[in-house]
């Protein structure tokens, strides 16, 4: 038997002996011991209490009588110190009344003395099955009684969770935050989140993307203007306490960088044309496709405001570092879309999703959305299959070798196929079962075609 949790299998069970025999103490820590458990152990209630306030044990057998009290004593002030500890009592033999008193004060179980070590392994087996579903099933009461927070992000990969965890703790705050993510990895997305989960969702949210305005038009849209008697408010004033979400902020002209990093510094910002300041108190959120760090090397972007945005930083990752999000993705967008278009569509075959998971995603999200959109357009039936996707997805719409040498096309074709086909079915055994190469053709292809895995 592994006894490792089940939740997580790096955690070994930990359990503390509290047991005045020496005989019964060590021979039962042995015992526990060669059954694959960390054992502790302590002879007295006050070394078993220092114990359990120095490690956060899973089981803890302890004897009824003990030198400095009892063992319900002890397990009370156990309970205290962690109330996720599972107890057994060791009782003497025939004590029936101290059993069920170690039952009333929450003891999962008791043993009784002599303790019969193949009795002692079906109590722990039963013991931490037990705990295992307890402790699941309080984590999913806890996931019912808090509604997902982020329940517009879709996905439950590795990289996703960790995100929405680290998205979390920044809402809490009221702290500028930079997104940084390929393009239609969902950073607006994660903006809004990040407003809609902190102390300020009840205020307003206002997004600009950078790149799409002419600068005068920008800076009155940001700062605000009093030029020629019209007064423009500006959207760091309008968005009041709420949150500013600054799309592509490399686009931004150098001057407007310095006027936006005085509002950041100073709070405060004056309209163009106007005569006073006025307070800036919305968080700001800003994103980018770019390296800033590159293009403050290169003189483009304004190194204090770059320092200044670099503080709170996340990373969105793209989708091909998280392709366990794409079965989601595709239910979610398939619902969408076949919505939005009145269709019947409800699914994605299996083959489907696993042509979509073996696919580049350039364009991330976004372009999975816009792939799916299309899909369903297309799907006469009620499943989207391999032939409703947009043909150049696994890259069967690449263009064509600029030779007309037919040996160098034929050796551009077979990479494209070899790569794909690698794509779809990463496990080169699949893969050259399905291409009907040998193992080792295989490999050779690989290496003189210089495909990259
Ligand atoms: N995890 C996700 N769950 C559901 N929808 C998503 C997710 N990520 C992105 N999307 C959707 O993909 C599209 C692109 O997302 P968004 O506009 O937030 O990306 P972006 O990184 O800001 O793109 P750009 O850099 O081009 O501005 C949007 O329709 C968004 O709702």
Redesign the pocket.
């Known amino acids: 038997m592994s006894n490792r949790l089940s939740s997580d299998p790096a955690v070994v069970r930990q359990i503390l002996i509290v047991e005045d025999e020496p005989i019964i103490r060590n021979t039962l820590a042995e015992f526990l011991s060669s059954e694959g458990y960390q054992v502790t152990k302590a002879v007295s209630v006050e070394e078993g209490i220092s114990r359990a306030r120095e490690k956060d044990f899973h089981l803890a057998i302890c004897d009824i009588q003990l030198p400095d009290g009892d063992g319900i004593k002890l397990m009370r002030l156990m309970h205290k110190i962690n109330p996720s500890v599972f107890v057994l009592i060791i009782t003497a033999y025939g004590t029936v009344e101290s059993a069920v008193e170690a039952f009333k004060a929450g003891a999962f179980d008791y043993l009784t003395k002599p303790v019969i070590f193949e009795d002692l392994a079906n109590k722990l087996r039963r013991v931490f099955e037990y705990r295992d579903l307890y402790l699941e099933n309080q984590k999913l009461r806890r996931e019912l009684a808090q509604p997902n927070r982020f329940d517009?992000?879709?996905?439950s990969s590795e990289p996703?969770r960790v995100l929405q965890e680290t998205i979390g703790k920044i809402a809490a705050t009221h702290s500028n935050v930079l997104?940084v993510?390929?393009?239609?990895?969902?950073?607006?997305?994660?903006?809004r989140a990040i407003h809609s989960a902190g102390p300020m969702r009840d205020e307003k949210f206002l997004a600009v993307?950078c790149g799409t305005r002419p600068i005068e038009l920008l800076e009155a849209e940001l700062f605000g203007s009093e030029a020629g008697g019209k007064t423009q408010p500006g959207i760091l004033r309008t968005a009041g306490g709420g949150t500013v979400f600054l799309?592509?902020i490399a686009s931004l002209p150098m001057g407007t960088q310095t006027k936006l990093l005085r509002a950041i510094e100073y709070q405060e910002s004056m309209p163009s044309g106007g005569a006073e300041t006025y307070t800036v108190s919305c968080r700001i959120i800003t994103?980018t496709?770019e390296d800033l760090l590159r293009l403050v090397g290169d003189g483009n972007f304004e190194e204090d405001l770059f320092y200044r945005l670099d503080g709170v930083k996340i990373r969105?990752p793209p989708l091909r570092e998280r392709l366990d999000?794409i079965p989601e993705?595709v239910d979610?967008?398939v619902a969408k879309h076949s919505r939005a278009l009145r269709k019947r569509v409800v699914s994605a075959s299996s083959e489907t999703i696993r042509l979509l998971m073996s696919a580049q995603w350039k364009g991330?999200?976004?372009q999975?959305?816009n792939a799916i959109e299309r899909a369903v357009i297309m799907c006469d039936g009620t499943q989207i299959e391999p032939g409703d996707l947009p043909p150049d997805l696994l890259g069967l719409g690449q263009p064509l070798p600029d030779t007309d040498d037919l040996r160098s096309a034929l050796r551009h074709y077979e990479r494209l196929h070899i790569t794909r086909v690698l794509r779809q079915w990463p496990d080169k055994r699949e893969a050259a079962k399905r291409l009907k190469l040998g193992l080792s053709s295989l490999y050779r292809k690989i290496e003189e075609l210089s495909i990259e895995l």
């Open positions: 517009q992000i879709v996905g996703l997104l993510g390929e393009t239609g990895t969902g950073k607006e997305l994660f903006a993307n799309d592509e994103s496709s969105i999000d993705l979610h967008f991330n999200v976004r999975l959305d």
